[in-house]
């Protein structure tokens, strides 16, 4: 367990809420990495404006991602003397700089280590008993030995009592009383837990950042429910594992990141047309080509609204912060098994792989529930793709008697018979669109939030830095609502339009170089045509809560 | 009641849709089709228990013949949709069919793996060293010299080697058949799907429209001399002086198939436990 979770984990034992990202250079293992760490009494969901603190053991390259680490003149810089000068790109903040001589102290204590030094000392710098850590580095210690635990005890204490002379920057203030229960989870692991609770037992992927840890969390999750997680040899083969899965009737899941997708594209148009369910979950990151692996960004949403070939409607959604990972993914299983699709659930690697304090979700209804058929009257003959009112065909689940058929991706008669005629083409291409344009999706296809003339619309990760962003602006007098639809396709235009009711300014927030957000509402919405303003970028710069709010506040 | 005792016993006819197939008269296909149909009769198996998947291919059409469940999928992957159906339900039979440009080349990586992952399913390759359905192009099977108008004066590659492969990748089962002799085939199919593990079948199944120089197989095949080895070394040894005409089993291994256990020990809401603070 790295330094960063354990001052994670002893502020939910002392009851604040926080999250913590990583972020780190280009090599495989060592080198340069940062654990980015928010916490707070109350709730958060992205990171802040700034750092208060930003505390070096060793500096080696950090520069080479200084811009994810904005410091003001308020923050505090905290360096070891044996790390060497602070690198010009994090002085150039003009933050406070003082010495602390974490390997030096931590030499005193026998077993004491610098990263526990650092700890004590940020602690006492914001206000966290150091009594905090006792159950965190129990924990963390289980296996080693008492001494240890002691060793590590003395050296957080030594920290602490070190940080005493440093003036105090940021204190984290008081915990709520009263706490409701809590978890700490990562968004991968609560998109893992939302596919299980969700029903899904058959999961086949192939290893890429930053879907990897949903995986690795997934597998040995999946053996204790009874399903299982197969590692196939690409992404081809994952994807149609987990169709050919399906089809026995079991909910099944992939996960991979934009490269993985794009070479799955073809077998979720076959999940399209042969009307199987299944979820496939792609964890964003920068691209396109291989990009960049470690870090965020929103650049998938076109290949995963528009990258099918043919008319290939298919669900689309997005979860909106760590625990709604959690939430949606549920929701795509149970969606995808309801209308017999494939579900394309947008996660990125800021939320998979951020650490979150969390209030315990609620408990869900949303569970997989494929209308199936059991058995026919006499001489009736089993169709497949029979044309029904709402679009949805029951599928027989191989196994029941007198309803074999042949599942297609060709273009099929109600029966699955290969047909090329005109006639059977419309007819199963309006299906297979009104079975998921007619759903009634309900109040979760988007996150609708306060009130006001001015809107602003985002998705994914992003929504929480535009809750807080509105929250600020709230302060200053500025109302305005948010807007973030979890369910992009099929587009929701009524309720879109009821959610925009009144709304004569829109501001749009999405961190794609290409706008594809904005572009995708111009396409399915009807958004006031003069005052939309985008505001974008790429990966990897988060979108700051204060940077939203001053382009808010700009337009009185 | 058991309805398995209780059901008659089924015929090959049984097995079969009422769809007609869209070869060409005198395609190979036709017979791997019947010898299926049979083989699964005479191992008393019901459709309802049987899957068979493929891939694209005139060979791939071959399931929405039968009376069995099927999945007719993309080109090429008709082996991970049967592994992802076997894995999740492993009482169900499951058979993955197709044609030697879908298995060998844009499928090629999962051959592989199919037989090292050792999943418990047979696979029937239908092998008429062409592109049909496409029009008549090489495929990994095909003669160096073979003139098509995509390769004109020929691939000049030498052939893939389908049960070299396959041996050496770790299939549990491993025989070459011809479309041409129905009964040998079909008795091939039920051995092959008795036998624990990933069987591969290569059946040498004539393209009589792109290759109808493929007719005179019936007179160069043979019985393979020997009788199947279960020591995949003296296969392998046996592949070197192959002609290629040898028809039998060459291999049986003992390999335990892979197969997730699939039982649970808790509830999904159990798992909660290890996030609560
Ligand atoms: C991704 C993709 N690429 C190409 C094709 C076109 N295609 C259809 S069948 C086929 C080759 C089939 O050859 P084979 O598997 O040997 O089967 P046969 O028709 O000879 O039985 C090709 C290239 C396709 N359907 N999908
Ligand atoms: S083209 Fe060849 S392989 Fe295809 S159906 Fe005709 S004979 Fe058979």
New binding site residues.
């Given amino acids: 367990m790295t330094a960063g979770s354990m001052l994670l984990d002893a502020a939910a034992h002392a009851g604040f809420y926080g999250l913590m990202g990583r972020t780190s250079g280009p090599q495989i293992r060592g080198g340069e990495a940062a654990a980015l760490l928010r916490l707070s009494p109350v709730p958060v969901e992205a990171p802040d404006d700034h750092f208060d603190i930003l505390l070096a053991i060793d500096w080696l390259n950090v520069q080479r991602f200084a811009a994810e680490l904005p410091l003001t003149p308020d923050s505090l810089i905290i360096t070891d003397p044996d790390a060497g000068e602070v690198p010009a790109a994090i002085a150039a903040y003009g933050a406070r700089i003082v010495e602390l001589p974490m390997k030096e102290l931590a030499k005193k204590i026998p077993g004491g280590r610098a990263n526990m030094i650092a700890l004590g000392a940020v602690a006492e710098l914001v206000g966290l008993p150091v009594s905090a850590f006792t159950e965190t580095l129990g924990k963390a210690l289980k296996k080693k030995r008492q001494d240890a635990l002691e060793a590590s005890i003395a050296a957080v204490n030594a920290g602490a009592e070190a940080a005493k002379a440093l003036q105090a920057t940021a204190r984290l203030g008081v915990p709520q009383g009263d706490l409701p229960p809590r978890w700490a989870i990562t968004g991968n692991s609560a998109a893992g837990y939302g596919a299980i609770r969700g029903g899904v037992r058959f999961v086949a992927a192939y290893p890429i950042t930053p879907a990897t840890e949903m995986l690795e969390w997934m597998a040995p999750a999946l053996q204790k429910v009874g399903g299982a997680l197969v590692q196939a040899e690409d992404e081809l083969a994952s994807i149609n594992m987990a169709i050919g899965a399906s089809f026995g009737g079991t909910p099944s899941l992939t996960a991979t990141s934009g490269p993985g997708l794009a070479l799955m594209i ?1 077998a979720i148009g076959l999940a399209v047309a042969s009307e199987t369910p299944v979820v496939v979950v792609d964890v964003m990151r920068g691209g396109p080509s291989t990009g960049i692996p470690t870090k965020t960004e929103q650049s998938d949403l076109n290949i995963a609204l528009y990258g099918l070939h043919g008319d290939a409607p298919h669900l689309v959604l997005a979860p909106t912060s760590v625990a709604d990972c959690l939430f949606t993914t549920q929701w795509a299983v149970h969606l995808a098994e309801a209308v017999q699709c494939p579900a394309i659930v947008l996660s990125d690697q800021s939320m998979a792989q951020t650490r979150a304090v969390i209030d315990r979700p609620a408990d869900l209804a949303f569970v997989a529930r494929r209308e199936t058929v059991s058995a026919l009257a006499a001489e009736e003959t089993y169709k497949r793709y029979a044309l029904t009112g709402t679009g949805v065909s029951p599928m027989a689940i191989p196994g029941t008697p007198g309803c074999q058929y042949t599942a297609d991706g060709l273009e099929h008669s109600e029966t699955g018979s290969p047909s090329s005629q005109a006639s059977d083409h419309l007819a199963q291409l309006d299906k297979r669109l009104h079975k998921l344009t007619d759903y009634q999706y309900g109040d979760h296809w988007a996150v609708v939030e306060g009130e006001g003339d001015v809107a602003v619309l985002t998705w994914g990760s992003t929504t929480g830095a535009v809750r807080e962003a509105l929250a600020l602006a709230q302060a200053d007098g500025l109302k305005a609502r948010l807007v973030a639809p979890r369910l992009l396709y099929p587009a929701q235009p009524e309720k879109m339009a009821e959610a925009l009711d009144g709304v004569k300014r829109i501001l749009v927030v999405e961190q794609s170089h290409l706008g594809q957000f904005h572009k995708y509402l111009r396409a399915e919405y009807d958004l006031p045509t003069r005052d939309v303003t985008l505001f974008n970028r790429p990966g990897p710069l988060p979108m700051r809560p204060g940077e939203i709010r001053q382009r808010l506040l700009s337009w009185r | 009641m058991d309805s398995k005792t209780a059901a008659p016993a089924l015929t090959a006819k049984d097995f079969k849709s009422d769809l007609k197939p869209v070869w060409c008269p005198g395609c190979g ?1 036709f017979t791997v089709l019947s010898s299926i149909t049979k083989a699964l009769a005479e191992l008393g198996l019901r459709p309802e228990e049987v899957a068979v998947v493929s ?6 059409r071959l399931p929405a013949y039968l009376n069995t469940y099927g999945f007719h999928g ?3 992957r008709a082996l991970p949709t049967a592994a992802g159906l076997k894995l999740s339900r492993p009482e169900l039979t499951v058979l993955a069919a ?6 060998y080349s ?1 499928g090629g990586n999962h051959f592989l793996h199919a037989a090292r992952r050792n999943a418990d399913f047979t696979y029937v390759v ?1 092998d ?1 060293r ?5 029009k008549g192009q090489p ?1 990994p099977t095909t003669e160096p010299d073979w003139d098509s108008a995509l390769t004109p004066g020929g691939t000049g590659l030498s052939p893939f080697r389908p049960l070299v492969i396959a041996l050496a990748s770790g299939a549990n089962f491993v025989a070459r058949a011809f479309s041409g002799d129905p009964n040998g085939t079909a008795e091939i199919i039920a051995e092959a799907i008795k036998h624990p593990g990933f069987s591969f079948i290569e059946v040498m199944s004539p ?1 009589v429209t792109f290759r109808d120089e493929q007719r005179q197989w019936k007179t160069q095949v043979r019985p393979s001399p020997v009788p199947a080895t279960s020591d995949r070394s003296q296969a392998a040894r046996r592949l070197m002086t192959d002609d290629g005409f040898n028809i039998g089993i060459l291999f049986k291994g003992d390999r335990t198939p892979y197969q997730p256990p699939l039982r649970a020990r808790m509830t999904a809401a159990d798992l909660e436990a290890e996030f609560a603070l």
Wanted: proline share 0%.
């Fill in positions: 073809e | 296909d891939g694209i291919g005139c060979s791939s993309v080109h090429g197709g044609g030697d440009g879908d298995g844009i239908m008429n062409v592109y049909g359905m496409t495929s393209c």
